[in-house]
């Protein structure tokens, strides 16, 4: 009762607030942040930031899981003989056992624990359904996703916490998780809620969500934590409500519809932060996938993704999300916005859903056509770009007469500007479960000016604000509403400098370093009879963006990543970015056709190569668990005339 009475206090005080002229609410909110922050200020000392953070995905936990089993598919690892290792089947369609996560955790404790500020979950934390003899069940779903809290709080857990009435206050840093579709029963079908998975990961995740949040949460499972609070938030999105194979929702464009409202949501959190000067990260489970052959997403809840994050490119540093088990990176195109699809008038020509389980054949089919989308973008050119140091723009100067555009500025127009602002990035985190090797991926940021945080997680008084006039906004946005008003986001000020996903700044994402556990020879230790005397379960390196001189990357801009698709598309690559497939000893069963066609041609060079940035990235793709002989077999040599 008492907490009903507090809910009707907030929506009274939310409906008054929504009243007044905007300028008032601007001073209240100020005066009630300035008084929060100076009581919070006055208890607790700042936690000293490091400018690195963690992204982890896709654990899988199977308490089934049998050493030496067999790796076939219809056995999962869980019957017969064969070569399942001991920390994991690496290459093939099982989980992970047990032991795998005790040894990641493990590794995290005594390795990167104290050198991250805060941790970014994306989901899938129960096994596969993959077993017609061992069926899931609900108490296995919840079981193994109260393992995984129990883990994260094991290596982030307060020691002096014991006898805190707070439940957010139970973590040296944030941590913040998020729904995967194999989270819930049956897997991918997420009905509107609230519902029974909502209600139990309130209760699972209530160390993680902010108090004032969890009303919200059990509505439909989205919720930020200002990780660096008064500076920056990561929001974690319900991305089932927008996953093509979940039957029970219908995408984004009706106002019935779950993930219409959590866009509506995102759309005022966000103005939120944008009034407060704050920036946001978005994490998510399933990613934004469009290609001719597999989109993730119903068509509705992309094209509203697209656009949101070309209104809030001054607020959004970038998206990370899980579920596909490979690593790599989508550009959103602003241009294939269309408001007529985002409002329904229209119906888009329907694309392939693809399969809901990602095989190693429909991956490769994947690659490719992502590649052949790159392969059609604006090319650079030569040009002077903007100079930008310590956060500072220079002001541009206006011309005194018309010009003749240069190449190089025609490109810039082709990309959206100098900051290539047509496009916005999406990261995607290859997977603990060893479908490959087992990895994680520590992120570098920029901390100038912010160097110490406030200890505190909970969001202030303006956040528990904004929650209120969401919550009262939805409550217009319900069946039954007749007219259906179309509210697109706020672009920035045209004054406004690019935002910290476009030039680099405070909060601008460096760099990251992609660690991974070969278990093949972790595996091959472990199980040896003449084992050494000391063999370590250990996460290594496999690349280092900051560092990498095949990608070549100055940062994580989307500038960068435009840059790094357009030579991953380049089916002629430069000089620098080819191998002479002589020197690789690769044989090319198109040789040939190849040497009639320069009969015909003497213009053309005999020597053939492969663009070495496609392959890599397709290497990297699979953490390197796959031999290069496969990888041509799979994605075949591009020759370059």
Known sequence: MILRSLFQLAALWAAAFHCLPESDQQKLLQSASISSQSNKNGLENPRKLHGRFLHITDFHPDRFYSQFS????????????????????????????????????????????????????????????????????????????????????EVFGKSDNINDSDPTNDFTIPIVPNFGNNDILPHNIFTRGPNRWTKTFLHLWRKFIPEEQRHGFERGGWFFVEVIPNKLAVFSLNTLYFFNHNTAVNGCASKS??????????????????????????????????????????????????????QYRDVIVGGLYGHMNIDHFILQDNYEVNSKFITGEVKPAKRPRGSNEFSIQSSAEYLTQLRYRWSTLPAKVKGKDIEVRNGVWPETKKKKKKERKSKHQKYLDQIGGEWGERYSATLVAA?????????????????????????????????????????????????????????????????????????????????????FANLTTINAAFASPQKPKKVEFIYEVEYDTKNDTVYRMPDLTVKSYIDLATRIGKYKAKKDDIWDTSENDVEDDQSSTKKKKHKKNKKHKKHKAINRVWFTFVQRAYVGAKNEEDLRDQFGLMVND
Not at 95 to 124: E, H, M, R
Not at 273 to 281: D, E, N, P, T, V
Not at 438 to 446: A, K, L, S, V
Request: glycine share 6%; with cysteine; hydrophobic share 30%.
């Open 70 to 153: 067999s790796t076939d598919s219809d056995d999962a690892c869980h019957w017969g003989e064969g070569t399942a290792g001991i920390f994991g089947a690496e290459r093939s369609d099982c989980d992970s056992p047990i032991s795998l996560i005790n040894a990641t955790f493990q590794w995290i404790n005594d390795n990167i624990k104290d050198s991250i500020d805060f941790v970014v979950w994306t989901g899938d934390s129960a096994r596969h359904d993959n077993d017609e003899l061992i069926p899931r069940t609900d108490e296995q779903i919840v079981e193994l996703n109260e393992m995984m809290v129990d883990k994260f709080v």
């Open 257 to 310: 519809e779950p993930g219409y409202e959590q866009f509506e949501w995102l759309r005022i959190q966000l103005q939120f932060l944008r009034q407060r000067g704050m920036k946001a990260i978005l994490e998510g489970h399933v990613p934004p996938a469009r290609t001719m052959s597999k989109q993730s997403w119903d068509e509705t809840c992309w094209q509203k993704y697209t656009l949101w994050l070309q």
């Open 431 to 515: 997977s603990v479960v060893p479908n490959y090797f087992p990895t994680m991926r520590i992120f570098d940021y920029n901390i100038t000016g912010v160097q110490e945080s406030p200890s505190s997680m909970h969001t202030h008084y303006e956040e528990a604000a904004s929650a209120q006039l969401n919550e009262l906004n939805s409550h217009g946005n319900r069946r039954g509403s007749k007219k259906h008003k179309k509210i697109k986001p706020h672009p920035p000020s045209k004054s406004q400098p690019p935002g910290p996903a476009y030039s680099p700044q405070t909060l601008s994402w460096l760099g990251y370093t992609q660690y």
